[in-house]
Structure formats: structure tokens, C-alpha cells
């Protein structure tokens, strides 16, 4: 296939390049200029995708590393380097805001870019490594070092790809390939194309080791890519099974198409509210959507607290009786989320067995039969078993008993949702929540899964 129609569109043009060269020398020039007039022992790097020429058309975000000697105290690299950054914005008209990662750094906008200010230690290689952001500049040079003339297209070519399938993104909500992992995957197998073909056949536990390093046995995860600056580290650890799977059935699906085109550009879907309601009405399914308010926290906290709260509340429904076909989270990532269980069913019989213990320990049944009355217990083959009464036959009124003050316990709910979720949750209807065409796209996502990975 010829790809330049599709680069012609995705690669960053002659005005944004030009755009994001002057903004970052200025905001490089002037830390650097600051750090020499005021003798402090530290250099401002352009790091990450801009700096090596791997960033889509629109997504130049620029970031900043802002490079101290291993000797300096850590209190000194945090207080020294936010105020160059803060010094920075005040300059330049930025609004500065602090994130936190390994340390506190800076967020801001300026002239239309987004730029991170990030304070870090300046290492050689990763055994020097004093916090994660520090191998950063590592990567920025070793990419930039072994990406020959060109390939940067086809990593533009692998991220659009991958974008359009869902897969791209290492960030939690998504559990996808970083981009540094695309960068080392066109290292790696050299084109798009090529990629793809290889990863059509992976199999759990693949390994790219560039260098040889031959650390892949420390690690179990779906693919171990090892970090070339850091033997011990690897790259593909964010990148979780389902998102993996996906890839290698895209890479499949791409291949054998002769629509290859589409898969570079997005779902082309005309969402009808009443289509997809009508959906889950013809699958007879009982369908609970848990709404509440949400904290204001990191995006990269919040996430992970949402899956947690979610997947427990899964495992306690089906604990008790009440099978959960599928589940999963939504969020606007501003006020509101909601927690989606479709269940196999709307109401259970009042009674459910109780399992004693086996018939070979004598004292430990005699116990069961004092407690529960032996005209109440009986046998199901070895087991001593007596018919309970189910407390709660409706998911809806268990779920409702569950999430209260005295019992949010049982379930292993995100830290800073506990309180949220007791002030303001509410069982809705999902049509009342439909309206929302981003909830809408949830909803057809959750009938239809795995939609992106194939046209």
C-alpha cells in the first residue's frame, strides 16, 4: 500500500514544525540563560516525541526536562527546578499548574502548546536511575540514535494506526503501547508494515531484546520489550492482555483487508439512542448503572480506583448468586462516572444452600446440626448442607444494602471514592443517561466490543 496519503495527513506540517521549533528554543534558551547567569548546575533538554520527530500532526505537546548532577539533595532538584519553571511561565504568559509523578512538575500552555516542565537528574545509564522520569533524556538520545532517516513516518504510521484501533496509549484508561514502545517496535522490524506482519504471529510473553541484554526472564508479562537504556526495566509492562490481544488480531485483520485505508482513520458510526436501548432490551439481560460524583484527582489515581471499585463489585454480585454477564466503567472525567453491570438475572429464589462441612469430620458436623437444627440440614453427597433464607433476591436491593456506611467495606472500593459514592450514588435507568453522546458511544462500545480493530 502506498502510505503517503495517509502521512500527508498525519505528519506535522512545515508551519507546525516551524511553530514548535521556536517555542521550545525560547522556553530552552531562557531556563538555560537563567541557569548560567545564577550559576545553578542544570540544563534545559527537549525531550519526548517532539524531539524526535515521532509526534502526530496537532499533538506536538512540548516537554522539558530540566536535567540536575546526581549529587544535588532532592529537595534542591524540586524547589530549584519548579521555580525555573514557574520563572519560565511568568516569562511567557504560561498559567503554571504542579502535577506529580515521581516528583512535583509543572503543566502549562503557552502560545498553544501544552508544556510539561519537569525536574530530573541527569544519568548515564539506568543504574543510576533516582526516579522514573530520569531516564527520559536516555530515551530521547537512544531513539534519536537509532531511528534512521525516515522510519519516523512509519512510527507516525504504527501510533495512527494503533490510535484508530484503541490500542495506542499506555496511560491506565487505555492499557495500550507507549510511545516510546512504538519507536523500539520500528527499531525493532524497521517498517509499518513490517510491524504488523511480525506481531501477527506473537505469542504471550514475546521479547524484543535490542541489545541483548537477556533480563526477559525477570518478567511475565504479554510482551517484554527491554529498555535499552535500563536492562532491568520493561517498556511493555503498562501494556495489558486485552489491549495486546487486539493488536495482533488488528495487525491480523489490517492484513488481510483490502480496505486497509479505513483503519486509519475513525469508526465511521451513526449512534441512534433508541437502536442501542432496543439492543440491550432484545438481549433480556438486567442491566444496573451505578452513578456518583467523582473526587478531583488525577486522571492516572482516578482510573484505577473506578476499575477496582468495579471489578470488586462484580466479584461480590456473582459471590452472591448474582451472575454478572459483563461490566465495566464510564466517566466524563470531570463530575461523574458510572459503573455498568449487564447480569443473567432480575431475581433469585428466597433460599439458597449453605455448605457445612464434610461428613468425614465428626465434631465439626455435630457443631453444623447443633447450630442449624438436624431436621434442617441433609446431605449432598459428603457435604452437610441446610437451605438458608437469601437475604436479598434482587441485585438492585443488594447492592443497595451493600453501599452503605456499615457495609462499603465488604467491597474493595478506590480510596478517595469511598466517600463520593455513599453521598451520591444513584441506580439509574440507562436512558435517562443516554442523552450523553459520550455515554452513548460507551454503550454501543460495551454491546459490541472490540468494534475499532476491524473495518
Request: proline residues 3%; contains cysteine; charged residues 30%.
Amino acid at each position: 500500500m502506498d502510505y503517503k496519503l495517509i502521512l500527508d495527513e498525519i505528519k506535522p506540517t512545515e508551519d507546525e514544525k516551524n511553530r514548535v521549533r521556536e517555542v521550545s528554543g525560547k522556553l530552552l534558551e531562557f531556563i538555560n540563560d537563567k541557569c548560567h547567569i545564577e550559576g545553578i548546575d542544570a540544563e534545559a533538554v527537549l525531550v519526548g516525541s517532539v524531539a524526535k520527530k515521532t509526534y502526530l500532526r496537532g499533538k506536538s505537546d512540548i516537554d522539558i526536562f530540566i536535567a540536575f548532577p546526581l549529587t544535588t539533595d532532592k529537595k534542591d532538584l524540586k524547589q530549584i527546578g519548579l521555580d525555573l519553571a514557574h520563572q519560565c511561565c511568568d516569562v511567557f504568559n504560561g498559567e503554571p499548574h504542579h502535577q506529580f509523578a515521581s516528583h512535583p512538575y509543572v503543566t502549562t500552555e503557552i502560545e498553544g502548546f501544552e508544556i510539561d516542565f519537569v525536574p530530573c537528574y541527569r544519568i548515564d545509564d539506568g543504574s543510576q536511575l533516582k526516579s522514573a522520569v530520569d531516564r527520559t533524556i536516555l530515551h530521547t538520545k537512544y531513539v534519536q540514535a537509532n531511528l534512521d532517516e525516515g522510519q519516523n513516518y512509519e512510527v507516525l504510521l504504527l501510533k495512527r494506526f494503533m490510535d484508530m484501533t484503541g490500542t495506542y496509549g499506555s496511560e491506565f484508561k487505555v492499557g495500550g503501547f507507549a510511545g516510546y514502545l512504538c519507536e523500539l517496535l520500528i527499531i525493532k522490524y524497521e517498517t509499518f508494515e513490517n510491524t504488523l506482519k511480525e506481531a501477527s504471529n506473537w505469542q504471550f510473553g514475546h521479547v524484543i531484546d535490542l541489545k541483548d541484554y537477556g533480563t526477559a526472564k525477570m518478567f511475565k508479562d504479554p510482551l517484554v520489550c527491554i529498555d535499552p537504556t535500563d536492562k532491568n526495566r520493561n517498556v511493555g509492562a503498562a501494556l495489558r492482555l486485552d489491549k495486546f490481544s487486539q493488536f495482533i488480531q488488528s495487525a491480523r485483520n489490517y492484513l488481510n483487508s483490502d480496505k486497509k485505508i479505513e483503519y486509519f482513520y475513525p469508526l465511521n458510526k451513526s449512534l441512534d439512542k433508541n437502536d442501542i436501548l432496543n439492543e440491550f432490551k432484545v438481549r433480556a439481560s438486567n442491566v444496573i448503572a451505578i452513578g456518583f460524583d467523582i473526587p478531583q484527582i488525577p486522571l492516572d489515581t482516578l482510573h484505577p480506583q473506578l476499575k477496582k471499585t468495579a471489578d470488586s463489585l462484580k466479584r461480590e454480585l456473582n459471590k452472591n448468586d448474582f451472575l454478572v454477564f459483563q461490566h465495566d466503567y464510564w466517566t466524563d472525567e470531570e463530575s461523574h462516572a458510572v459503573i455498568l453491570l449487564e447480569l443473567a438475572v432480575s431475581e433469585l429464589n428466597n433460599i439458597k444452600i449453605h455448605d457445612g462441612p464434610k461428613i468425614y469430620y465428626r465434631q465439626a458436623c455435630d457443631n453444623f446440626i447443633e447450630k442449624f437444627g438436624l431436621e434442617n440440614c441433609y446431605l449432598l453427597d459428603d457435604v452437610l448442607v441446610y437451605n438458608a433464607k437469601r437475604e436479598f433476591t434482587t441485585p438492585e436491593s443488594f447492592i443497595s444494602n451493600l453501599l452503605t456506611k456499615e457495609h462499603i467495606s465488604i467491597i474493595k472500593v478506590g480510596k478517595n471514592l469511598t466517600e463520593p459514592i455513599l453521598n451520591s450514588y444513584k441506580i439509574y435507568d440507562i436512558g435517562d443517561l443516554a442523552d450523553d453522546n459520550d455515554f452513548l458511544i460507551f454503550l454501543d462500545d460495551f454491546l459490541y466490543p472490540n468494534q475499532h480493530i476491524r473495518r
